[in-house]
């Protein structure tokens, strides 16, 4: 399949991508509509999820695997995958100290009014930008589609796109931090803490600048492309 043109992959992204421009248009107006409801009718019933970072002492849980005569397993924090350990067998050290766990997850409960509002919000303002930034990426492709990628305004959208990523990661992280110190300090748990830790996604805001250095290069292309027109 050819990249740009008519029946082509840029076109089929095209249609993804306005397809995914109508759905997230209907979920906006959901959450509006959840807003608008909230002010009249008592969230009796409903449920909030929100994102909520906390501890485990690894030490209450004994995991044990009898097919395989495993009777001393421990689960181990960190980034998951193989490796291998020298660990000390007396009696003393046993399989050695297990250190607490660092768990991201969710928390759902039914909310106060303000919750809900505060959230349904959030919600709003993040899907307000994502339907800004498929509208733009949907006005790139459509220019692929016809054949003609390096027009002026190209440029700027893709410019745009790129800062649209690294702000939405920034108020992404910043927002987690905040509903996971609204946690902390409202809700506890038998065995386990609540904390609040910073939650930055580096690879996003490391594609956020290639996006911005592709944003240059097609403004080159089109100073190119310009150029070129005018010579012919």
Same mark, same amino acid.
């Given at each position: 399949m050819k990249a740009m043109g008519k029946r082509s992959m840029s076109s089929f992204l095209t249609v993804l991508l306005s397809v995914g421009w109508y759905a997230v248009a209907l979920g906006l107006v959901l959450m509006?509509? *959840?807003? /608008?409801?909230?002010? !009249? =009718? $008592?969230p009796s019933g409903w449920k909030v999820t929100i994102?909520?970072? !906390? +501890?485990? #002492? %690894?030490?209450?849980?004994r995991v044990t695997a009898p097919s395989l005569g495993v009777e001393d397993a421990q689960i181990v924090g960190g980034i998951s995958g193989f490796g291998f350990e020298s660990v000390g067998t007396s009696p003393s050290r046993g399989l050695g100290r297990a250190d607490p766990l660092h768990v991201r997850g969710s928390l759902r409960f039914p909310p106060q009014r303000g919750a809900l509002v505060g959230n349904a919000i959030v919600? =709003? /303002? !993040?899907?307000?930008?994502?339907?800004? *930034?498929?509208g733009l990426l949907r006005a790139v492709f459509r220019t692929l589609r016809d054949g003609q990628p390096f027009v002026p305004i190209n440029a700027t959208r893709i410019r745009w796109i790129g800062? %649209?990523?690294? *702000? +939405? $990661?920034?108020a992404r992280s910043a927002m987690v931090f905040f509903e996971n110190y609204y946690a902390m300090t409202h809700f506890t748990a038998e065995g386990l803490h609540f904390d609040a830790?910073? #939650?930055v996604n580096v690879f996003a805001i490391i594609l956020g600048l290639i996006i911005?250095? =592709? %944003? $240059? *290069? !097609?403004?080159i292309g089109a100073r190119l492309d310009e150029d070129l027109s005018l010579t012919v």
């Open positions: 509006v509509c *959840v807003v /608008v409801a909230s002010l !009249f =009718i $008592e994102p909520v970072s !906390f +501890t485990v #002492d %690894a030490r209450n849980y919600l =709003i /303002v !993040f899907l307000s930008l994502a339907l800004w *930034v498929l800062l %649209a990523v690294i *702000v +939405t $990661e920034v830790r910073p #939650d911005l250095v =592709i %944003a $240059e *290069v !097609f403004r």
